[in-house]
């Protein structure tokens, strides 16, 4: 289904239990163009691991151009252990770094927000996570993940040596500052910033950089630097302190996997990397859940969908253009938590256990 000006949305299903909770995102966007006269039109593409099995490479350049061309690229996990062992360019991950970097998805949005229905899935105390809603700035494109120079090297007496190179410039720091900025002035007015200054350089220039940022354009703002390993530990302590956490490429992907437990559960918690606007105010943005892919349970119609679905809801707000229907969709997840129904990721006494596809029906009953 492809119509010329309708908004374009690439599905990218991709390893693990990928394909089972992307399958529900397809009925959901199906639903709205039947019964919201929406004019979605998806196409669906191979991506890592069966993107390997099928062509041998992560991801083909047909695929890369179409999500290029694609107002919203929403994508299921990448890897598994049958592809564990290829060599490190021809990892699954490869084609999830190369969207980011290539994409300029600069911009990774992980919210780790505790549902008031599933404060007892925390491994925390209830009174410590309830109400929990922070939201988790990282930087995407730059830092330990891409610089160089990187590899492993022989060195003398048969040792070998393995290198990556870790750094930010002022424009990488200033760029993801001001997203973070931006983001507290919608929420709670307050930025934690994160780094190790008092052992990086790149550390260093982190903190000044973006202190540089809030005393010329966000005056108003409520600015902390944090050593991100406090960060680590403060986020189990005391995790209502934060609002929106910033942090570089490394210390934001710990840091969003610590805090997104908090909530309970990995299934639950969406994410969107956006890139820079073009010229026509138009954003690149890739959406997917935090969670990956999850081979113990993948093919077993037991995953839950719900980290994907607010996936989508978050592309319908950042990338489409219909927050209406982001809060239809948000609003939907939210009544059947209250009804009780939970996948097993997150069941306890009392709720009814359902598959990937139950949840997905039953939050497109709600939709109505
Ligand atoms: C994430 C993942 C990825 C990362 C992997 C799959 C490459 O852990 O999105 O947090 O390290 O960025
Ligand atoms: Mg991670």
């Not at 507290?184 to 260093?204: D, L, Q």
């Not at 994410?271 to 349970?297: C, F, M, Q, T, W």
């Not at 229907?325 to 009544?335: I, P, R, T």
């Amino acid at each position: 289904m492809n119509k010329s000006n309708s908004r374009k949305i690439l599905l990218l299903p991709g390893d693990g239990i990928g394909p089972e909770v992307v399958r529900e995102v397809k009925k959901i966007l199906e639903w709205f163009n039947k019964n919201k006269s929406l004019d979605f039109s998806f196409e669906e593409e191979l991506i890592g691991g069966a993107s390997i099995d099928a062509n041998k490479i992560p991801i083909t350049d047909e695929v890369f151009f179409k999500s290029l061309q694609s107002d919203a690229v929403i994508l299921g996990a990448c890897g598994g252990p049958k592809w564990d062992n290829l060599e490190f360019s021809k990892k699954p991950e490869r084609a999830l770094l190369k969207l980011r970097k290539e994409l300029k998805l600069f911009a990774n949005l992980r919210p780790a927000i505790c549902f008031k229905q599933l404060v007892d899935s925390s491994s925390l105390k209830p009174e410590i996570v309830s109400g929990l809603d922070i939201m988790i700035v990282r930087e995407l494109t730059g830092g330990i993940y891409f610089g160089e120079p990187r590899g492993i090297e022989p060195i003398e007496n048969n040792q070998r040596k393995g290198i990556n190179t870790h750094t930010y410039t002022t424009n990488e720091i200033h760029r993801i500052a001001k997203v973070a900025f931006d983001l507290a002035k919608k929420r709670s007015n307050k930025v934690t910033s994160c780094e190790k200054s008092n052992v990086m350089e790149a550390g260093v220039l982190w903190r000044e950089e973006v202190q540089i940022v809030k005393d010329k354009d966000y005056k108003s703002v409520e600015l902390n630097h944090m050593l991100a390993d406090n960060c680590a530990m403060q986020l189990l302590r005391n995790p209502k302190q934060f609002d929106v956490i910033l942090a570089d490429n490394l210390f934001g992907d710990m840091l969003s996997d610590e805090a997104a437990m908090l909530t309970g559960s990995l299934g639950l918690l969406p994410s969107a990397s956006l890139g820079a606007k073009d010229k026509n105010g138009k954003i690149r943005s890739l959406y997917e859940p935090v969670h990956g892919s999850a081979p113990d349970i993948a093919g077993k119609n037991m995953a839950n969908p719900i980290a994907t679905i607010l996936s989508l809801s978050m592309a319908l707000r950042y990338s489409l253009n219909l927050d209406k229907e982001a809060d239809q969709l948000d609003l939907a997840v939210q009544k059947v938590l209250d009804d009780g129904l939970r996948t097993k990721d997150i069941i306890s006494k009392g709720k009814k256990e359902v598959t990937t596809t139950d949840m997905g029906d039953a939050i497109i009953s709600k939709l109505k």
